[in-house]
């Protein structure tokens, strides 16, 4: 779908290229180092390729090309620039030469320099090929000690193919034909000119997030929402927007449509045996994503606080709610034949390219100019005011955020994308340190109709919530009887069980502990939310009531048991309470005693005894 959206954007391939920079040992020599290269180009078919015309009619030749190495020295300034260029010319779809390499010798550790077009690479690609180049190199040439690609990039496009024809992504149609139908004006200062508005024309801006901030983004703050670092990010982005498009006199009301990339490989989408985590291929999706703030205020948002925490709770249930992970917006556009209805144009951009560790090591990314070298051919039309391409950088200072803002230069003014980009991250590093942002979402527990106004009072309730679910048939009239019977609840059931030999009381109400704990279901609470529907609640495991009766001096310590029993059975839990099944251990002799598991049968069955 990625190469049929090129041709239809305006497939002009020179120049358009995605690259990187390795830093190669001080002890590397050329045989070595195109004996390496040749390995890898090898594994990878899709880099021997060539394209006459049109991007999607790419076709895979027999056998691997002949390796295109070129030799500087690292020393000359601007040499990695200068042998960028050089490599960038070199390539030639036509001619099948996809990918070109420079190595870049130095006094100690060099440059290797990776370019090839993009209409056969993408990050992820980029990522495979470093690592497989570090691999054959430490394995002197040899491939032995790296897997088997996966799926093929060829076949991977025709399982795509065959899974959309065979209609595998129909029920996501509504939800593409929803985005697509937003209503869009021109927020430049005029509407964009294929003709005009080209990759020539494009200026860029460069914004950096601090190490501690970077952080906090990447790391704490997906685990504080309990989503993805893009979740964040995309937020920030809606509401630097929201307040940019009001300060240039735009309605900022309505669905604000936000094109989104991903690494499109989503295997189990496609189903059967795909794999194409080691592949090299542009396997890149694009696609719509209306945002809204129906559940929030944003401009009481961009002043943080809760309103905060709500808009980026928000974000992370609308892009959570995209189907197929955006996979099938592109087959079902591109692959499935021509929809009018499905035809989008966003004005802007998002894409988070992932975090690229550079270091001073070989075959680490070297940060001489960026992880990720790209660019396009001059001629190529821009099809959206902005672009924000951002990545995650980890050098010997530690990790920090970067973002390029991009736009065609005679469409805005400058002055309005810096106000827009430093926007951005300001409210992004607000997020960062906002307390209340934080906590699940109804989009995290999908199988049950919530509110925020549920998930926030389960929060409040249940301490450590992890997961709330729907009852079974069985599970809602047991839930009916034993809280609507006026006297003793039936499903209060037990097991009595006589242990002989030595035992260490502390050690089996430890166990007891432990067993809930692995077995979620023996600590979930039963509930009702606002609409009145029961629930399960799954939160931090609690230990189950555990108590020791000393019955040794009793005359009849058989008696003792069954008054415990008999107490137990008759006690009625609260289905609201964890946990749902307690303990009492009767001594009756030093080396004889008696268990009495008392447990509510809405958690556990008759099949379940024995696993406890």
Same mark, same amino acid.
């Given at each position: 779908?990625?190469?049929?959206?090129?041709?239809?954007?305006?497939?002009?391939?020179?120049?358009?290229?995605?690259?990187?920079?390795?830093?190669?040992?001080?002890? /590397?020599?050329?045989?070595?180092?195109?004996?390496?290269?040749?390995?890898?180009?090898?594994?990878?078919?899709?880099?021997?390729?060539?394209?006459?015309?049109?991007?999607?009619?790419?076709?895979?030749?027999?056998?691997?090309?002949?390796? +295109?190495?070129?030799?500087?020295?690292?020393?000359?300034?601007?040499?990695?620039?200068?042998?960028?260029?050089?490599?960038?010319?070199?390539?030639?779809?036509?001619?099948?030469?996809?990918?070109?390499?420079?190595?870049?010798?130095? $006094?100690?550790?060099?440059?290797? /320099?990776?370019?090839?077009?993009?209409?056969?690479?993408?990050?992820?690609?980029?990522? &495979?090929?470093?690592?497989?180049?570090?691999?054959?190199?430490?394995?002197?040439?040899?491939?032995?000690?790296?897997?088997?690609?996966?799926?093929?990039?060829?076949?991977?496009?025709?399982?795509?193919?065959?899974?959309?024809?065979?209609?595998?992504?129909?029920?996501?149609?509504? +939800? =593409?034909?929803?985005?697509?139908?937003?209503?869009?004006?021109?927020?430049?200062?005029?509407?964009?000119?294929?003709?005009?508005?080209?990759?020539? $024309?494009?200026?860029?801006?460069?914004?950096?997030?601090?190490?501690?901030?970077?952080? @906090?983004? !990447?790391?704490?703050? *997906?685990?504080? &929402?309990?989503?993805?670092?893009?979740?964040?990010?995309?937020?920030?982005?809606?509401?630097?927007?929201?307040?940019?498009?009001?300060?240039?006199?735009?309605?900022?009301?309505?669905?604000?449509?936000?094109?989104?990339?991903?690494?499109?490989?989503?295997?189990?989408?496609?189903?059967?045996?795909?794999?194409?985590?080691?592949?090299?291929?542009?396997?890149?999706?694009?696609?719509?994503?209306?945002?809204?703030?129906?559940?929030?205020?944003?401009?009481?948002?961009?002043?943080?606080?809760?309103?905060?925490?709500?808009?980026?709770?928000?974000?992370?249930?609308?892009?959570?709610?995209?189907?197929?992970?955006?996979?099938?917006?592109?087959? !079902?556009? +591109?692959?499935?034949?021509?929809?009018? $209805?499905?035809?989008?144009?966003?004005?802007?951009?998002?894409?988070?390219?992932?975090?690229?560790?550079?270091?001073?090591?070989?075959?680490?990314?070297?940060?001489?100019?960026?992880?990720? /070298? #790209?660019?396009?051919?001059?001629?190529?039309?821009?099809?959206?005011?902005?672009?924000?391409?951002?990545?995650?950088?980890?050098?010997?200072?530690?990790?920090?955020?970067?973002?390029?803002?991009? =736009?065609?230069?005679?469409?805005?003014? #400058?002055?309005?994308?810096?106000?827009?980009?430093?926007? =951005?991250?300001?409210?992004? $590093?607000?997020?960062?340190?906002?307390?209340?942002?934080?906590?699940?979402?109804?989009?995290?527990?999908?199988?049950?109709?919530?509110?925020?106004?549920?998930?926030?009072?389960?929060?409040?309730?249940? *301490?450590?919530?992890?997961?709330?679910?729907?009852? @079974?048939?069985?599970?809602?009239?047991? +839930?009916?009887?034993?809280?609507?019977?006026?006297?003793?609840?039936?499903?209060?059931?037990?097991? &009595?069980?006589?242990?002989?030999?030595?035992?260490?009381?502390?050690?089996?109400?430890?166990?007891?502990?432990?067993?809930?704990?692995?077995?979620?279901?023996?600590?979930?609470?039963?509930?009702?939310?606002?609409?009145?529907?029961?629930?399960?609640?799954?939160?931090?495991?609690?230990?189950?009531?555990?108590?020791?009766?000393?019955?040794?001096? #009793?005359?009849?310590?058989?008696?003792?048991?069954?008054?415990?029993?008999? =107490?137990?059975?008759?006690?009625?839990?609260?289905?609201?309470?964890?946990?749902?099944?307690?303990?009492?251990?009767?001594?009756?002799?030093?080396?004889?005693?008696?268990?009495?598991? @008392?447990?509510?049968?809405?958690?556990?069955?008759?099949?379940?005894?024995?696993?406890?």
């Amino acid at each position: 779908p990625i190469l049929h959206w090129l041709d239809e954007v305006g497939s002009a391939l020179d120049g358009f290229y995605q690259g990187m920079a390795l830093v190669t040992p001080a002890e /590397l020599d050329e045989d070595t180092l195109r004996a390496t290269l040749a390995a890898v180009v090898g594994r990878h078919h899709v880099l021997w390729a060539s394209a006459h015309g049109a991007a999607a009619d790419l076709v895979i030749g027999d056998c691997a090309p002949e390796i +295109y190495l070129a030799t500087g020295d690292f020393g000359e300034p601007g040499s990695v620039a200068t042998m960028r260029d050089r490599l960038v010319a070199t390539l030639d779809p036509a001619a099948g030469i996809m990918v070109a390499f420079g190595w870049l010798r130095g $006094t100690g550790a060099g440059r290797l /320099l990776v370019v090839a077009h993009h209409i056969v690479v993408d990050g992820v690609s980029l990522r &495979i090929i470093a690592d497989d180049i570090a691999a054959v190199y430490r394995g002197g040439g040899s491939t032995a000690a790296l897997s088997p690609v996966g799926t093929s990039w060829r076949a991977w496009a025709r399982r795509l193919r065959d899974a959309t024809a065979s209609g595998a992504f129909d029920d996501d149609l509504a +939800y =593409w034909r929803d985005a697509c139908a937003t209503p869009m004006r021109a927020w430049g200062d005029r509407p964009l000119d294929a003709g005009v508005d080209t990759v020539a $024309t494009e200026s860029r801006l460069a914004v950096e997030l601090p190490a501690d901030v970077t952080d @906090t983004v !990447l790391a704490d703050l *997906p685990d504080r &929402i309990h989503g993805h670092v893009n979740d964040a990010m995309v937020a920030a982005l809606q509401l630097a927007l929201r307040e940019w498009l009001h300060g240039r006199g735009h309605a900022a009301d309505g669905p604000l449509l936000v094109e989104m990339e991903g690494h499109g490989r989503e295997a189990q989408q496609v189903g059967g045996d795909v794999d194409p985590s080691s592949t090299v291929g542009w396997f890149t999706t694009l696609y719509p994503v209306a945002l809204t703030d129906r559940d929030f205020d944003w401009r009481a948002a961009i002043s943080g606080g809760t309103a905060l925490g709500q808009a980026v709770r928000s974000v992370k249930d609308q892009l959570r709610a995209v189907p197929s992970h955006g996979l099938s917006y592109g087959a !079902l556009r +591109y692959l499935r034949g021509t929809d009018d $209805t499905l035809t989008a144009a966003p004005q802007v951009l998002f894409n988070y390219l992932g975090r690229f560790d550079s270091a001073d090591r070989p075959w680490a990314f070297a940060d001489d100019h960026g992880a990720v /070298l #790209e660019d396009r051919d001059p001629a190529m039309p821009l099809p959206r005011l902005v672009e924000v391409n951002a990545e995650a950088v980890a050098g010997e200072s530690g990790t920090v955020l970067r973002a390029v803002f991009s =736009w065609p230069s005679g469409a805005v003014e #400058e002055s309005e994308i810096r106000r827009l980009a430093t926007r =951005w991250t300001d409210i992004l $590093t607000a997020i960062a340190a906002t307390p209340e942002v934080r906590g699940h979402s109804p989009a995290d527990f999908d199988l049950v109709p919530l509110t925020q106004d549920d998930v926030t009072e389960l929060e409040t309730t249940y *301490p450590g919530l992890v997961d709330v679910l729907p009852l @079974t048939p069985t599970q809602q009239g047991i +839930y009916f009887h034993s809280t609507f019977s006026n006297r003793r609840d039936p499903y209060v059931v037990q097991q &009595i069980v006589d242990i002989t030999g030595p035992l260490d009381a502390e050690r089996l109400q430890r166990a007891t502990k432990t067993v809930v704990t692995r077995h979620r279901a023996l600590s979930s609470a039963f509930t009702t939310i606002a609409d009145g529907t029961p629930v399960a609640v799954h939160a931090k495991p609690v230990a189950p009531d555990f108590q020791v009766v000393d019955a040794r001096l #009793e005359a009849d310590p058989a008696a003792v048991v069954g008054r415990h029993a008999g =107490w137990e059975r008759n006690r009625r839990f609260d289905l609201a309470r964890q946990p749902l099944t307690r303990y009492t251990l009767v001594r009756r002799s030093d080396d004889v005693h008696t268990m009495i598991q @008392t447990v509510h049968h809405i958690v556990a069955d008759g099949w379940s005894v024995p696993v406890v």
